[in-house]
């Protein structure tokens, strides 16, 4: 008989999501994914001037704030025709870049490497062998003995003082945690460098946004970076030889420890490459524009069907009809008034809260659909889809990481196996190696063309009467998102955000289809009900934030708070 588990919340970076799943003879046979509070952001923006909704969008959530930004601003542009300055473009493209690094490193290490890493093993390791281990794969370095000495008389401490403080509330001695102690005590010591290199990059990050979180620097239109190279001010050449280093420092990092731990984790667990990998439609979308029209991109984007690489089809451009014709999305399972299903551009948001009834509605959040089918997005549908196409930066970390996985793990592994749990941690590194190249490429393009006498950053929007319709969209850390505006004489019509938490945390559609977590775990082991680890490991794997899929409601309907601008 099925035994019922509920793990709620599961979200170790924001707590909103819950996950039941029915277990039977060791192995998940069904789940449901839930949001547990709802998000009324577009309702706020009714009637607003477009050119504030970044600002009001940038708070849904208090991580990936620049990323609704972005896609508020490419929305309103859109639905204006609106070009944009090449020095904006890059300016963006570099903040872009520089904040998806930061939260891949924060994914990885503080997020979800816990469900692979027994801290507490670490204490059995030998420095010594722990550093012939990791200068086995790369020649960082703080992989020194004596460096893994101190980290593990750390750890020692910690534990001896009963108070394990970030470690403490995880499943220490699971019999699914099958690393070595040397390789544990690697991703420990790991873990504490990553957050220095977090902190580099929020450092570029605010020199180019002014702060971090909620960037200060973006307009409808461009950018309010001020470029003057003798003005000690403005973006100037000390600052952006200083962004440049912090940028260099983080990629050291990512190529030299992020990536090599991923795929040391993954060959040591490589029997986990047959599970998790649910649905297998992939969508990413185009970024880092090259051009004031965005036709051009350095990240392509598109669709694969049923895993097959050969059914890629690439979206265009920022107003491709590919793209905004087949997205909709579906509240049939959701505590939404109705049970339709529709354009993002003829939604509305009307909150209806029943029960939560697992064969009727059970999610704050909505699905969305693409051609009617659940598609998965994250770096494994960008990878995917730039592997496709033949982009070579992916093509060429993809081929490598893949080849050093097979050395360690002692059998041929192709790219098939990035449909699953470790797939994702595999697509996550290879992407953020690819983004680190990029960065650097994005500010050689920014300096050689100030270099060239344009310090162009902006472009004024002007808002004709009637009706204009846009969409922006943006390849975010945790996948595509997409922001879809209506302006009526100026204002704010309807406003609808389609963020990749929805697209992989949403629950089944009108026709029964799971969403990609609930796909994702059926199939999976669990060895010890009562602490689901396994179940962790792939929910955890797609980077799941639900700030960006829902918020917080008083059930009754009750104003909760109140504010008052004097």
């Not at 699971?174 to 977090?198: F, I, R, T």
């Not at 030889?241 to 991923?262: M, N, R, T």
């Not at 559609?509 to 059926?522: I, T």
Request: proline share 6%; glycine share 8%; with cysteine.
């Amino acid at each position: 008989m099925a035994q019922r588990i509920t793990v709620d919340p599961i979200t170790r970076i924001e707590g909103h999501l819950r996950i039941d799943a029915e277990v039977e003879g060791g192995v998940i046979k069904d789940a449901w994914s839930s949001g547990q509070m709802w998000r009324g952001i577009e309702v706020i923006l009714q009637g607003r001037d477009p050119r504030d909704a970044w600002v009001f969008t940038q708070r849904i959530c208090g991580v990936c704030t620049t990323v609704h930004a972005i896609a508020s601003v490419r929305a309103v542009e859109n639905a204006l025709n609106l070009e944009i300055p090449l020095n904006a473009q890059y300016i963006r493209n570099l903040i872009l870049a520089i904040h998806a690094l930061h939260d891949h490193i924060v994914h990885f290490y503080v997020l979800s490497a816990l469900d692979w890493v027994d801290v507490v093993s670490a204490l059995k390791a030998d420095p010594q062998k722990t550093a012939s281990l990791a200068e086995s794969l790369s020649d960082w370095p703080g992989n020194s003995p004596e460096r893994f000495k101190a980290v593990q008389e750390k750890i020692r401490a910690l534990v001896e003082s009963g108070q394990l403080g970030p470690f403490a509330n995880a499943y220490w001695g699971h019999p699914a945690m099958q690393l070595p102690p040397e390789a544990n005590l690697m991703a420990v010591s790991h873990y504490l460098e990553a957050l220095d290199y977090q902190r580099k990059a929020d450092s570029a990050y605010a020199i180019l946004g002014g702060k971090n979180p909620h960037i200060q620097n973006l307009s409808v239109g461009g950018v309010t970076t001020a470029i003057n190279l003798n003005n000690e001010t403005t973006l100037n050449m000390e600052r952006l030889y200083w962004i440049k280093q912090l940028v260099e420092e983080v990629s050291g990092f990512v190529k030299k420890v992020y990536l090599p731990d991923v795929t040391a984790i993954g060959a040591f667990y490589k029997d986990w490459f047959k599970f998790g990998a649910g649905v297998t439609n992939y969508l990413a979308v185009p970024d880092m524009p090259l051009d004031t029209k965005a036709e051009h991109f350095d990240l392509p984007g598109g669709t694969i069907l049923d895993g097959d690489l050969k059914t890629v089809k690439a979206f265009t451009n920022f107003k491709d009809p590919y793209f905004r014709d087949n997205v909709v999305e579906c509240i049939k399972h959701s505590w939404y008034k109705g049970d339709w299903t529709r354009s993002p551009f003829e939604e509305d948001t009307l909150p209806q809260y029943t029960d939560f009834d697992l064969t009727g509605k059970y999610s704050w959040i909505k699905a969305p659909r693409f051609q009617g089918r659940p598609m998965q997005v994250g770096p494994l549908a960008q990878v995917l889809v730039g592997y496709a196409l033949g982009h070579e930066p992916t093509k060429k970390y993809v081929d490598d990481t893949l080849s050093k996985v097979s050395s360690l793990a002692g059998a041929q592994i192709g790219p098939e196996v990035l449909h699953s749990t470790p797939g994702r941690h595999l697509a996550r590194a290879i992407r953020a190696a690819v983004l680190c190249d990029l960065a650097i490429k994005h500010w050689g393009l920014l300096v050689d063309n100030i270099n060239r006498g344009d310090v162009a950053i902006f472009n004024s929007p002007t808002f004709p009467r009637g009706e204009q319709r846009g969409f922006g969209f943006h390849e975010a850390p945790r996948g595509a998102l997409s922001h879809w505006i209506i302006i009526q004489d100026g204002k704010i019509k309807n406003y609808q955000c389609v963020v990749p938490s929805t697209w992989n945390a949403g629950p089944r559609d009108e026709r029964g289809n799971p969403g990609p977590y609930e796909a994702s775990l059926v199939g999976n082991p669990v060895a010890v009900p009562e602490k689901p680890l396994e179940l962790l490991r792939t929910v955890h794997s797609f980077d799941p934030c639900i700030a960006c899929a829902i918020h917080v409601l008083d059930p009754d309907g009750g104003e909760m708070s109140k504010v008052k601008v004097l």
